[in-house]
């Protein structure tokens, strides 16, 4: 699977609205995974977005009306501390533009993922692009504004103007930087630096994406070019000799990039450092956390609690060699399926089943699902010129979650329908709770909200598995889940981590310092000292290949995220009174709250060890599982 991050943010002054885009999960492999389009067979299934606007025409016209309308931003300019109206007005004004904005870019965007090869499709987007970049620059000066207003004056109009109450949480937000915002002179400073110092994420791009001249290996006769997409179609390939030539050749060719690889990594790492040093900030990791206001100390347990659980792990990959009667598991041992299992799901199955497994939410939730499934939210089938992935947009307020699939009759597209069905009724619920300015929610919450419905699944058809072999591969699925989810991801964490300490201890950081890193941990999380897996040092330069690494302090989410949603989902099922109604009020909460205060008032502390323990004591009652029906089969 892959990961899609859709969506940036464009935050136009208070208002921190994001947009709600998701990335299909278990971000096991690096880069989007774009598969070719088979023919159709089945009748497109296509969203309606005469939801949105009625027709281009319609876009059109509402996007030239914002654009008038964004010109009365600037008369509010240097009169927000005057008095709580003026203040009320002018955020009226922003979130209103913005709310109008956001809509504007979710038809552009869906309208242009339906066939990217339509030019008109694209230039559509170009300005929905635009129009969010115009209305954060024609904002861009009421955040400084607001924190020389200062947070008692602030206070004061929140209590004495009703208006400004749905705006309260927004500005309580640009206050809480007020610590790490500087004189208007350095801001000026620090914004013209922001072009060169995302230099080394552009220079990275081109390489990987164009640069890099991969090689060419025959793989099952066919002469196939080894790039990113296809070295994580050919990881998996069941013959352990191509899995070899696989990785030996995709790695070899990032060697020879090591060291200008590391230069584009260590710069940017440094920029972070830079960035964090000078707004007063701990850490670098410490400032990405602040973002969203979460402590470190989640961090720092994590990595201990995966550590913890590395035996585990091992165990895993223990089994892993027994099914597949390899006795020196290697690296290129850890992707192939351990049994083959064809199970078809049209959508009719995904849907029926779906609706089953996630019975544990109740009949609020059920009824958005079974909404969502009558009416035209999806654009269900592959087609030729369509974005491959899977993902949900929940932005457009005022309508409904847009859902984008790929849906292939597989596991794979059962368990993707499964979890962006998550992210379309967390928006929904959150829209339909909060006003526009609160509904947005972080990535930190998103990502709960769609893996525990891919567990809840996964648990249910378990539980419905008519045969061995059936039920082994649907156990294998959760424990890859988990490889991939929780540990490979906190392993990515623990390099991130490690990287930018090193950055700011003023160490020297090459492209082989950070090949010996990443060796260390990869030999530690795979058991390369206690013969679990022998770890070639060659594919240490796995490191080059991940891109989120330019995505500072990113991907630990993930292994936070399928571990809630490992703890929830345990309670859903045991029917834990309150459980469910935590759950509901959580994805209700949209971005009302900080999301670690949510994750603890629904009863899930990541700063503690449970929920990193849930997912290691279910690992091992699933081998235990599969261990007794491997030893009845003899
Ligand atoms: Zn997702």
Known sequence: MKVRALLTAASAATLAFALAGCATSAPSAATPVAEAAPA???????????????????????????????ERISAYRGRLGRNAATLAEAMELTSGLS???????????????????????????????????????ATSW????????????????????????????????TLRFAEHTLTPQSEAVLA???LPLGGPQRIYTQMAGSDIPWPTIEIDGEQVRLDAQAYTRHRQNPDRDTRKRVFDAFFGTW??????????????????????????????????????????????????????????????????GRMLGINDLAYYDIYPDLLSYDATYSVDDSERITLEALQPFGEDYLNILRQGFAADWTHLYPQEGKQSGAYVFGAAYDVHPYVLLNHQDDFDSLSTFAHEWGHAVHSSLSNSTQPWETSNYATFVAEMASTINEVLLLRNVQARATSDDE??????????????????????????????????????????????????????????????????????????????FYTNFYVFQYATSVAASTLFAERLMSNQPGAQAAVINMLRSGGSQHPHEMFVAAGVDLSTPAPYRAVVTRMDAIMDEMEAILARRG
């Open 40 to 70: 159709p067979a089945h009748t497109p299934i296509v969203w309606d977005l005469t939801d949105l606007y009625p027709d281009a025409a319609a876009w059109q016209s509402e996007h030239d009306a914002v654009v008038a309308d964004m």
């Open 99 to 137: 709310k109008r904005a956001v809509r504007l870019f979710v038809y552009a965007t869906l309208r242009g993922d339906e066939d990217t090869r339509i030019q008109e499709n694209l230039a559509r987007r170009q300005l929905g692009n635009q129009l969010l970049s115009r209305l954060g620059e």
């Open 142 to 173: 009421m955040n400084p504004e607001i924190l020389t207003i200062g947070e008692r004056r602030v206070e004061t109009f929140i209590r004495q103007e009703p208006r400004l109450g749905v705006h309260a949480v927004n500005l309580r937000e």
């Open 192 to 194: 013209a630096a922001g």
């Open 255 to 320: 060697r020879q990039y090591e060291s200008t690889l590391g230069e584009a990594l260590a710069s940017n790492t440094q920029g972070q450092v830079m960035n964090a040093q000078v707004r007063n900030y701990g850490s670098a990791r410490e400032a990405a956390l602040f973002a969203n206001a979460l402590p470190v100390s989640i961090y720092d347990q994590l990595v201990s609690q995966a550590h913890a659980g590395l035996p585990t792990l091992h165990r895993y990959f223990r089994l892993r």
């Open 471 to 548: 039920r082994l591969f649907l156990l294998s699925q959760e424990l890859e889940l988990y490889r991939g989810t929780f540990f490979r991801q906190t392993m990515f964490a623990e390099f991130e981590a490690q990287i930018h300490a090193a950055a700011e201890r003023g160490e020297p950081l090459t492209g082989e310092r950070m090949s010996e890193i990443y060796l260390a941990l990869l030999r530690s999380y795979h058991g390369a000292d206690s013969g679990v897996m022998a770890i070639d040092p060659a594919y240490a330069l796995e490191w080059a290949y991940i891109p989120h």
